[in-house]
Nanobody, 120 residues
Framework: QVQLVESGGGLVQPGGSLRLSCAAS????????MGWFRQAPGKQREFVARITSAGSTIYTDSVKGRFIISGDNAKNTVYLQMNNVKPGDTAVYYC??????????????WGQGTQVTASS
């Protein structure tokens, strides 16, 4: 049993910045990677970024140069620093973690989602 709790969403002006956090807890043996998806109004859910426990990162093209993903392995926490936010970034952001539990199962767990709205 693993829970992911997100925080940091809200209303920002275009060009502004926002920092999302997501902390995993529960019966965790090892977190292999954590990342973010988002779902904008009228669109399918899309991949945003992810980071492995070794620090390797991947970003979708639309956020490269603006967003930075980072993590704290000791806290099983991932962050998404969103800079120069654009109206197109408006979406519900979902954190995820690929986890091996103490029970020996491996699965992907999801946060509850947090709304990010970029509007003047």
């Amino acid at each position: 049993q693993v829970q992911l709790v997100e925080s940091g969403g809200g209303l920002v002006q275009p060009g502004g910045s926002l920092r999302l956090s997501c902390a995993a807890s529960g019966r965790i043996f090892r977190v292999n990677l954590m990342g973010w998806f988002r779902q904008a109004p009228g669109k399918q859910r899309e991949f945003v970024a992810r980071i492995t426990s070794a620090g390797s990162t991947i970003y979708t093209d639309s956020v490269k140069g603006r967003f930075i993903i980072s993590g704290d392995n000791a806290k099983n926490t991932v962050y998404l620093q969103m800079n120069n936010v654009k109206p197109g970034d408006t979406a519900v952001y979902y954190c995820y973690a690929d986890v091996r539990t103490i029970d020996g199962s491996s699965d992907r767990y999801w946060g509850q989602g947090t709304q990010v709205t970029a509007s003047s």
